[in-house]
């Protein structure tokens, strides 16, 4: 929760005009549930039996009391979040793709102990690895992150309407390069 001060003082030997803080909620609670399953399908006939597979759901019930007894859901805190994986692991290859996705929330409180309205919309993320070993002990990489090039969107939710508040964009990063043990 935020804390602004707007009338000139002094805190720690320091006069200010004004002042902009945080403070904590004075109470919240999370009750959450997570299931995930992951496996090797090493059953599978050749080359098929390198595949690898995974998933986790978490669901999260969260609530924030505010100084006005007001009750949030948890700033911060998604209530649906979702994870998936592809991979292939076999010989000198491992290759893996991630999924993830993470439900809008609540991205701040007012001063006055209101949520006020700013909620981070949905997010989905993807993630793309490869490695290849060339000899034992040396093995070349590639790493691409964000590869669905996803923004930051933060709105206003007023009166059930949305209005943009903030939009950043980070782009795609990439890696790549050699691993060697000796």
Not at 19 to 32: A, K, R, T
Not at 156 to 176: K, W
């Given at each position: 929760?935020?804390?602004?001060?707007?009338?000139?003082?002094?805190?720690?030997?320091?006069?200010?005009?004004?002042?902009?803080?945080?403070?904590?909620?004075?109470?919240?609670?999370?009750?959450?549930?997570?299931?995930?399953?992951?496996?090797?399908?090493?059953?599978?006939?050749?080359?098929?039996?390198?595949?690898?597979?995974?998933?986790?759901?978490?669901?999260?019930?969260?609530?924030?009391?505010?100084?006005?007894?007001?009750?949030?859901?948890?700033?911060?805190?998604?209530?649906?979040?979702?994870?998936?994986?592809?991979?292939?692991?076999?010989?000198?290859?491992?290759?893996r793709a991630a999924y993830s996705f993470k439900g809008e929330n609540i991205d701040d409180?007012?001063?006055?102990?209101?949520?006020?309205?700013?909620?981070?919309?949905?997010?989905?993320?993807?993630?793309?690895?490869?490695?290849?070993?060339?000899?034992?002990?040396?093995?070349?990489?590639?790493?691409?992150?964000?590869?669905?090039?996803?923004?930051?969107?933060?709105?206003?939710?007023?009166?059930?309407?949305?209005?943009?508040?903030?939009?950043?964009?980070?782009?795609?990063?990439?890696?790549?390069?050699?691993?060697?043990?000796?």
């Amino acid at each position: 929760m935020d804390l602004d001060v707007e009338d000139p003082g002094e805190f720690n030997g320091l006069t200010y005009e004004e002042l902009s803080s945080f403070i904590n909620l004075p109470e919240g609670e999370v009750f959450g549930v997570e299931v995930g399953y992951q496996q090797a399908l090493d059953y599978l006939p050749a080359p098929w039996d390198g595949v690898i597979v995974g998933a986790n759901y978490t669901y999260a019930d969260s609530e924030a009391t505010l100084e006005d007894g007001t009750t949030i859901p948890l700033p911060g805190q998604s209530e649906h979040i979702f994870n998936a994986m592809l991979g292939y692991d076999k010989g000198r290859w491992d290759l893996r793709a991630a999924y993830s996705f993470k439900g809008e929330n609540i991205d701040d409180v007012d001063t006055d102990g209101i949520s006020d309205g700013r909620i981070i919309l949905d997010q989905s993320f993807l993630d793309l690895s490869a490695k290849f070993e060339v000899k034992d002990g040396l093995k070349i990489y590639a790493d691409l992150k964000n590869v669905l090039d996803t923004p930051i969107e933060i709105v206003d939710r007023e009166n059930g309407f949305d209005l943009l508040n903030q939009y950043e964009e980070y782009g795609f990063t990439a890696q790549a390069g050699v691993i060697w043990k000796f």
